[in-house]
């Protein structure tokens, strides 16, 4: 096989990823909502291993048991609904959360031996985000089809107003994301993320946008607080009433996906993708007539090439950053461990161990990646490999796919605080009342949406960035 | 009259409300980090590996109290199961052995699926011989035949569960007070 199919076959990897993180993110939520609200958070489910020790892996263990529930439980279908769509209905929001990863750009442009050219999304498309909308809307039939299928009031009801209210906002996600399209000149998401990589982020350039784009896209995901779906209040569960079992598990999994995927998706568009910094550092650099300070501060664009030429500080500070991550959690298993400690407990013993054996691991790996990053550090010089072709600097393969690895890691990142924004606004903000909604949807946020609109198209032609 | 309370007047900030969704954020994150951080200024348990500490004067589970020689100290005087709104004790008297007292009760029992944790019980109890401080709150079964406590269950707890102060828990046989106790009840002293 040849490297191209290789490098196509790990896209397909990367496209799974907001599946992945689908556990993470439900222990995100279960952990944060708990220390949001002065709880310690899921403590029960366990591992038994010999030795006394119980793994409850910070209550990822939970996630796995909730699975297992799930699976095993009878796969119930009421009498009065309609059996295709009732089951054909919770396979939609999985199906489009799986398919739209696959727009988006986890690295920048490798080029093989010979010119070959690899984006870093597995389909790039022109259309890119007109493509992405459109798979990501299709989510909506999931609740429509679902909430008709059932043939229930509550689920009909919920259905309706999710439904009314997801393609609401979709007017107003279009149109803010618009002025940054608008900017870049292209809809395709590497271009936009090449553009950021080159100028500055997209929530700098266009602030109004980001938080129309955020607001929406919340409306979108059906998170609170626009989760009127659900309303628990009025509506039981809202479109999913009558759904158990696996089928009410894969409606769950589908709305997680959707959130890390808007995640990524904010991130590619106005956190700047892979791009390290925010806008061009070496702006701030001082030029006097006694010499020029902070001339150190590197020059944009901050693409692949800046990352493989500074490839070893990059591994470098990945590494560091892991180690202070892991140092920092084993401080904090620490003071849980003692905090455990001063109780009388029924399971101290086990308790303690379980800590004792996390804080080792976590020390041990962060010691190990305080290592890896002296050597990064120190060892890593792409600069004496690099060669010259057509005038442009070419780097070998393992120091573009150390670039992408890195660059994955980059969005990752950004994927993963953005997931923790939409967990710390659900357990922020109450929910709006329906009519609030709509009102907020179309009167407030379409027309600052239009007004943006306008204004960048003014400023883009006066400045003459845009195309 | 009725009291007229004004809606508070929100201001242009709170009005566009986004101001406030940041305020709201900002003390959101404090709790989180205070929790993450500083785990020991939680103010939730870890129900039920840490109990909470009830305190003794907590209407709990019935107890029933223990003279110095290990007989009950009711004397089935009926004044309880009286008392009781929830007609819950069932109370059988017979002749007590001791002279000195004339009844004592071949059965006591508490229903505490019926029991409404009042007191009254205890109020109206003239020999101070049924408590309900064993702090003990939260009760488990798998049927109803075990929720009727009876005589034995209520006498069998132990003087080092409680506070050196309650005497009369002391005066038990194993307390701190048995032995001096037991030689006054000997003697003929039976208050």
Redesign the interface.
Known sequence: MTIEMWLTLAKLGLVLIPFALVPVMILLERRGAAFIQDRPGPSRAAIPLPGGLRIRGFGMVHNFTDGVKLFFKESLVPSFAYKPFYILAPAIPVVTAVLTPALIPWFGPITLDGGVRVVGQFLDANSGILALFALSSLSVYGVVLGSWASNSKYSLLGGMRASAMMISYEVSMGLGALGLFLLVGSFSLTAVVEWQAAHAWGILVQPVGFFLFVTSMFAECNRSPFDVAEGESELVAGFHTEYSAIKFALYFMGEYCHIVIASALIATLYLGGYSPFPFDLHAFSIHTETGSYFDWLPKAPYDAAFIARNLGTWIGIFAAGTAILLLGAAAIVGAHKKRYASFKASDQKARAKEYGFFIAVFAIIGLLAIVGAVGAFTQIDPASEATRVDGVVRYPLWVQLATAAIQVGIVLAKTLFFCWVFVWVRWTVPRMRYDQIMALGWKVLLNVALVNLLVTAIVAKLVGVGK | MAKVVPRPELTFWERIYFVE?FK??A???G??A???????T???L?Y????PDIPRDYRSQHRLMIRPDGESRCVACFMCSTACPARCINIVAEESPDHHIEKRPAKFEIDLLLCVFCGFCVEACPCDAIRMDTKKAVMAGDNRASFVIDKKQMMSWNPKDYPLEDTQSQKAPGGALNAEALAAFKSGDHH
């Open positions: 969704i709201g954020l003390t959101t994150i709790h989180a205070r929790s993450l951080l500083k785990p020991e939680l103010p939730t870890d039920p590996e840490v109990q």
